[in-house]
């Protein structure tokens, strides 16, 4: 297993346009978390599936925001009409077990956006 | 709303000191608390959890909680050049996701 993997890396975008991120989990964790991280500051939670149904959304996830993991193994994240604010890593990470279970997070690299 | 707080540094030591990490937290129903270190340009990796108030060990890390007063600490022994990373702080109140702080950047110079 290589890990949590993510595409693309790296996009960037103008100001309205959509954008897509993937996340291909580890194949046996069944919790699955999108996080977004702004220079110099800690990762923000946004969303959280146990297989695929999402079970926690964060009040930062405005309506220009949707994530889904239709069969329960890879996600994604989408946000339509970019604003520079979105401008940000996306994080998604899996887990086997759950957080209060001692559950650790396994973080994919990452999805760099740049929104012009 | 829930916050954790760390002081962002940066904090420089020498190689071979120890490195102090502080976190405080504002929920007291914080329940687990986690350290992650993260490389410039990488992602975080967990380094330690922990549970109980006291202290925890692993190997060159100890993680210090303290739920009445809403602290935790990490302590790394023997500091060595590739421990220069940022260190966030996360606390989890139950549910299934991590609060983190903004981060400690710990330099360690030779």
């Known amino acids: 297993d290589t890990g949590v993997s993510q595409n693309p890396r790296h996009k960037i975008t103008k100001r309205g346009q959509n954008v897509t991120f993937r996340c291909d989990p580890i194949s046996e964790h069944n919790r699955l978390y999108w996080y977004r991280q702004t220079l110099g500051q800690g990762p923000e939670f946004l969303t959280y599936?146990?297989?695929?149904?999402?079970?926690?959304k964060s009040r930062l996830l405005s309506d220009r925001f949707s994530a889904e993991r239709p069969k329960g193994s890879f996600s994604t994240l989408e946000i339509q009409r970019t604003e520079q604010g979105d401008s940000a890593m996306y994080l998604c990470a899996s887990s086997y077990d759950s957080l209060g279970n001692t559950g650790e997070l396994f973080f994919g690299e990452g999805s760099r956006l740049t929104v012009l | 709303q829930k916050e954790v707080e760390q002081n962002s540094g940066p904090l420089s030591v020498p190689e071979g000191a120890i490195a102090s990490l502080n976190c405080t937290y504002s929920d007291r129903g914080s329940q687990s608390f986690f350290w992650y270190r993260q490389y410039s340009g990488k992602s975080p990796e967990l380094i330690m959890f922990i549970y109980s108030n006291g202290d925890k060990e692993d190997g060159r890390f100890t993680a210090q909680l303290n739920k009445a007063s809403q602290y935790v600490s990490l302590l790394i022994r023997d500091s060595q050049p590739s421990d220069s990373a940022t260190y966030l702080c996360?606390?989890?109140?139950?549910?299934?996701?991590?609060?983190f702080g903004k981060g400690t950047k710990l330099t360690v110079n030779p």
């Open positions: 996360a606390v989890n109140d139950g549910s299934e996701k991590l609060v």
């Open positions: 599936f146990q297989n695929e149904a999402q079970l926690e």
